[in-house]
């Protein structure tokens, strides 16, 4: 497969949802940014929800150090294995630590030191708009600044961040600034990541859209280009509470587009990050393939069920393409999609760290719905996307088993032979 467009493709999106048990039920955080732009200084309280026999396993970044864990002022043991990397999406080595002594509703505390350029998403090569590493950075969940779950799973934050004068702070939820140099970040809603974003160019423009608030953030965008990309997140809102249902989203809807030219575009509950790359039409189909993530989330994102979040946020995309750019740019995206896919393994039960699996879930999935579409009629499809977004556990085969109430064993059967196909 060709490797640009192998790149290209895994530039879109990673969408992670919580499907684990949480291991903690809130993290309260303490960020020290130094005047070079180079150290944070973290400090994290840790409210344990449930505790392991044995250990509690985590990701952090490799670059951590001088790390100290303690309970109710006690050292508490621990192992930090640089060398496993426990998630295939996390930049980050095994922290096990001993639980022997601690209890459910604890807190554990993590102090250490992080080197930011490890961290840090914005990297020289990718910065865009002639940023430098002075200028700031942006760390999530991809990063593992904080102690991360192994699966995703929620809990509520409470991030302070202190950072050197002129610089502004961005994150997921409630934003407040104490001071010249003192930022506070609170979860409206339990999260599994702790996207931050620090700058001194960072500017932010809000517009209203109904019961909801759009806070767009940017590195130098003009008048122009912002108002075009909040009327596209308005349409493409509409268009997606038209045929899926209301999103569940009312406070405030932060995008955030980020000076870096790769690294994957990601979607929050209620925070979106897109980078600067790609095509008029690329950038629209990103915007609307994130928004998607509102409504297509819930299955688990390092397994093969993550179709279930990416082709279905996909196929999203395209219909808002076809409703933005008419049928001719919607067929050519179709024929794209059709020649990258050519050939490609089955969606069924794919390696999700495969390069080939980005093809499956992102260009293969969203045909595979749009001919399902065509094979059922409208209103059939648009139970089958009913009853998924009504999933309780978002697998592929709890949807079958769903299907099996309105659709004939015949149109099963070939639901289940297109994932299992190689063409």
């Known amino acids: 497969m060709n490797r640009i467009i192998l790149t290209a493709i895994a530039l879109f999106t990673l969408s992670f949802v919580a499907s684990a048990t949480p291991l903690v039920s809130k993290h309260d955080v303490s960020v020290i940014v130094d005047d070079n732009i180079s150290t944070l200084k973290v400090n994290v309280r840790s409210i344990l929800n449930q505790v392991p026999y044995n250990e509690l396993k985590f990701v952090l970044n490799n670059s951590a ?38 209890l459910s509703g604890d807190i554990l505390e993590f102090e250490y030191k ?20 002075k200028n700031g950075f942006e760390i999530g969940n991809y990063s593992a600044w904080l102690p991360t779950q192994l699966s995703n799973a929620d809990f509520d934050f409470d ?34 990541d702790v996207p931050l974003i620090v700058s001194d160019r960072l500017a932010t423009i809000e517009f209203d859209i109904g019961a909801s608030k759009l806070a767009i953030s940017h590195f130098g965008k003009s008048e122009k280009e912002l108002d075009q990309i909040a009327n596209d997140i308005k349409v493409t809102l509409s268009l997606f509470n038209e045929n899926f249902g209301p999103s569940t989203l009312s406070d405030t809807i932060r995008f955030a587009f980020v000076p870096r030219n790769n690294k994957a575009s990601y979607s929050r509950k209620g925070f979106v990050a897109i980078n600067t790359s790609g095509s008029k039409v690329s950038k629209f189909s990103t915007i609307a393939h994130e928004i998607g993530h509102f409504w297509w989330s819930g299955a688990e994102s390092s397994q093969w069920e993550d179709w279930l979040n990416e082709s279905f946020a996909e196929y999203s995309a395209l219909m808002a393409i076809k409703h933005k750019f008419g049928d001719e740019v919607y067929r050519k995206r179709l024929k794209s999609f ?31 719905l749009q001919r399902a579409n065509k094979k059922f009629g409208q209103k059939k499809f648009d139970e089958l996307l009913k009853t998924l977004m009504n999933l309780e556990n978002k697998n592929t085969a709890s949807l079958i088993s769903k299907l099996k109430l309105f659709m004939s064993n015949k149109e099963l059967s070939w639901f289940e032979n297109q994932l299992k196909s190689f063409q």
């Open 159 to 192: 991030i302070k961040v202190h950072v050197p004068k002129g610089y502004k702070v961005l994150g997921n939820g409630d934003i407040f600034q104490k001071d010249e140099q003192n930022w506070q970040v609170k979860s409206t809603r339990k999260q599994f």
């Open 65 to 102: 150090k001088d790390l100290v864990i303690k309970n109710k002022g006690n050292s508490v043991s621990f192992k930090f294995n640089r060398e496993v990397q426990p998630n295939i999406y996390y930049d980050g080595g095994l922290l096990s630590v001993s639980s022997h002594d601690l």
């Open 338 to 368: 059709e020649k990258v896919s050519k050939g490609s393994p089955a969606i069924w039960q794919i390696d999700r760290s495969s390069d080939l699996a980005t093809i499956a879930l992102y260009r293969k999935g969203p045909l595979i």
């Open 114 to 133: 992080l080197d930011i350029r490890s961290a840090n998403y914005w990297t020289p090569e990718n910065l865009s708009q002639a940023l430098t590493s």
